[in-house]
């Protein structure tokens, strides 16, 4: 199988969200807009064998921290590697943008995000109570000068 990472518009975005039973469900492209305003942000669509699968998005927290926002993987294709991939190509278009720094959270209800964030250099710099009692997980990597 081919995985292609390429930009992506917010439609492709919420096609995948809304496939992901494990994420909440989002109403509408506005909910992205109205979430980023006029942040700078990065979207990356990943496609196997043309179709759908995986996105990634975050938005420039200051110069040069990124926060990885939302994403998933739609159920047919975890497995095959296709969140490594849009981890891997975040990253590179991080180093190449300058940044210093990448902030993620995560739940313990989604351990292979965990696992993923984890064995990729990632590192615990905070649990912090929801307000749905759930503890969110945050994870931070620097990159190297």
Request: charged share 25%; proline share 2%; net charge positive.
């Amino acid at each position: 199988m081919i995985i292609i990472i390429r930009d992506g518009s917010f439609e492709d975005a919420l096609l995948i969200h809304n496939g992901v039973k494990e994420l909440n469900h989002i109403p509408s492209v506005a909910y992205y807009l109205d979430r980023l305003s006029s942040r700078r942000y990065k979207l990356l669509i990943a496609e196997v064998s043309g179709k759908l699968a995986g996105y990634k998005l975050g938005f420039w927290d200051g110069d040069r921290s990124f926060y990885s926002w939302l994403g998933g993987v739609l159920p047919e294709f975890r497995r095959i590697g296709v969140a490594q991939k849009l981890l891997e190509n975040q990253e590179a278009y991080l180093r190449e943008s300058g940044a210093h720094k990448i902030n993620v959270k995560s739940m313990n209800k989604y351990p292979g995000m965990l696992i993923l964030l984890i064995s990729n250099g990632y590192h615990i710099t905070d649990v912090v109570s929801s307000s749905s009692g759930e503890n969110k997980i945050e994870f931070a990597k620097t990159f190297m000068e």
